[in-house]
């Protein structure tokens, strides 16, 4: 079952910050939040991810709420290759086996519009 | 060039055939994946391995064979294709596997028709 809700589609503007949510409302304390993004036709894409604190990287940024039920993609600066489906996943730290698997649920379609 | 590589991009075949699918990568990671993708169904995970020689099975192993001989190669057999294994298949790599800083790279997939 999945652990994420996420919106079936959104559309940002071109230049404009993308804010991509994720609700999570059942992690647990060693869980993180991962974001992966998928573009027609290729493979998936990493991200970022977090444990609880908000984390920063060259592609975006990942806000995390204090009760970490939920969480937020930041595209600071949208451009059209940033269409894609992206991917909010919750996943098991220091696992073993099959618990640690990257379960894809159906992400938002982000349009990034001229 | 480096970084994984799968083979052949698109394949179509028959019910019953054996195909098998090949993943290539260059980066010495330990850890290799396996997915499906289906409209409705996201990724799913067939199979995995953490070194040469160790595989398990993932989400949907049924009707799926794997070995992995050496570091770099992966490769997924189909013993006796069916039309339900019609999809998009995936392969991925990863250099540690539930750490904090597991990343895994995808391969750009091959595209399996079953006729």
């Known amino acids: 079952d999945a652990k994420t809700t996420q919106p079936t589609s959104m559309d940002c503007a071109e230049g404009r910050a993308a804010n991509l949510p994720c609700n999570h409302s059942t992690i647990s304390g060693n869980e993180y939040v991962y974001w992966y993004r998928q573009i027609h036709s290729q493979g998936p894409q990493y991200i970022i991810h977090g444990l609880k604190n908000n984390e920063t990287n060259e592609m975006a940024s990942l806000i995390i709420t204090e009760d970490r039920k939920s969480s937020t993609l930041i595209l600071p600066h949208a451009t059209l290759r940033d269409t894609a489906v992206y991917y909010c996943?919750?996943?098991?730290?220091?696992?073993?086996?099959?618990?640690?698997?990257?379960?894809f649920g159906k992400g938002t379609k982000l349009s990034v519009k001229p | 060039d480096a970084g994984i590589t799968q083979s052949p991009r698109y394949k179509i075949t028959e019910t019953g055939r054996q195909v098998t699918l090949m993943c290539h990568q260059t980066?010495?990671?330990?850890?290799m994946f396996w997915y499906r993708q289906d409209l409705g169904h996201g990724l799913r995970l067939i199979y995995y391995s953490a070194a040469a020689d160790i595989t398990d099975k993932g989400e949907v192993p049924d009707g799926y064979v794997v070995s992995r001989s050496k570091t770099e190669n992966f490769p997924l057999t189909l013993e006796s294709a069916t039309r339900s294994q019609t999809s998009v298949y995936f392969c991925?790599?990863?250099?540690?596997?539930?750490?904090?800083?597991?990343?895994?790279?995808f391969g750009p997939g091959t595209r399996l028709l079953v006729l």
């Open positions: 980066w010495s990671h330990s850890y």
């Open positions: 996943i919750v996943r098991v730290r220091d696992y073993g086996g099959s618990q640690g698997n990257l379960i």
């Open positions: 991925a790599s990863s250099d540690s596997f539930g750490s904090f800083k597991e990343t895994q790279y």
